[in-house]
């Protein structure tokens, strides 16, 4: 549970223990509330972080790379989801 944006930190450094692997980049799906939609967080091999937003506003045309301090706000607006998404995993492991 994300209950810092230290917690957002640490998380970010050990994305891939939380992720799934789709043979590229780890990646993380997690629902979003407002606006309704999907967040896809994903990392690549070499360390940089991507994003892709798919809801009722929007839909990014390709995965659009961020910096780790502007996706650690990024994170901890969407804590819940965040939240949610890892526990969904753990259960399902």
Same mark, same amino acid.
């Given at each position: 549970?994300?209950?810092?944006?230290?917690?957002?930190?640490?998380?970010?450094?050990?994305?891939?223990?939380?992720?799934?692997?789709?043979?590229?980049?780890?990646?993380?799906?997690?629902?979003?509330?407002?606006? @309704?939609? $999907? %967040? =896809?967080?994903?990392?690549?091999?070499?360390?940089?972080?991507?994003?892709?937003?798919? /809801? #009722?506003?929007?839909?990014?045309?390709?995965?659009?790379?961020?910096? @780790?301090? $502007? %996706? =650690?706000?990024?994170?901890?607006?969407?804590?819940?989801?965040?939240?949610?998404?890892? /526990? #969904?995993?753990?259960?399902?492991?």
């Amino acid at each position: 549970m994300l209950k810092s944006k230290e917690e957002v930190h640490v998380f970010l450094k050990t994305f891939e223990v939380f992720a799934n692997w789709n043979g590229k980049k780890h990646f993380l799906t997690m629902e979003t509330d407002n606006p @309704k939609g $999907i %967040l =896809t967080i994903l990392k690549s091999p070499d360390g940089e972080f991507y994003y892709h937003r798919k /809801n #009722e506003l929007y839909w990014d045309i390709k995965e659009i790379m961020v910096e @780790k301090d $502007i %996706l =650690t706000d990024i994170i901890w607006a969407f804590r819940t989801a965040v939240n949610k998404s890892i /526990n #969904e995993m753990a259960v399902s492991k």
